[in-house]
Nanobody
Framework: QLQLVQSGGGLVQPGGSLRLSCTASESLDSYQIGWFRQAPGKDREGVSCMRRGDDWSYYADSVKGRFTISRDNTKNTIYLQMNSLRPEDTAVYYC?????????????????WGQGTQVTVSS
């Protein structure tokens, strides 16, 4: 059973940057990966996803041009680089993985989840 352990997150001022990391218990070569977030009182939403084997990736409109998803298969780790952070980016962020490789970044597609990490953007 794949396990995902997240690190990073915390408190940052508006306009600042953070990098989230998510390390897997096994190789992620066979997995489509993604980052999701859940703000208080809201549903969990897809932030960015990356399919295995090709260059397809997805970014929510709200983060395009500010966030970048990447993976380092040598370290079994995926990253979310977040720049120009805004107060509305405040949420618990989750990494996730799935094996169907269907192009998609919706919650129901993913069946392996990290523990979540809080990101708070505030002055």
């Amino acid at each position: 059973q794949l396990q995902l352990v997240q690190s990073g997150g915390g408190l940052v001022q508006p306009g600042g940057s953070l990098r989230l990391s998510c390390t897997a218990s096994e190789s992620l070569d066979s997995y489509q990966i993604g980052w999701f977030r859940q703000a208080p009182g809201k549903d969990r939403e897809g932030v960015s996803c990356m399919r295995r084997g090709d260059d397809w990736s997805y970014y929510a409109d709200s983060v395009k041009g500010r966030f970048t998803i990447s993976r380092d298969n040598t370290k079994n780790t995926i990253y979310l680089q977040m720049n120009s952070l805004r107060p509305e980016d405040t949420a618990v962020y989750y990494c996730a993985a799935e094996t169907s490789n269907i192009k998609g970044c919706w919650v129901g597609l993913y069946d392996h989840w990290g523990q979540g990490t809080q990101v708070t953007v505030s002055s």
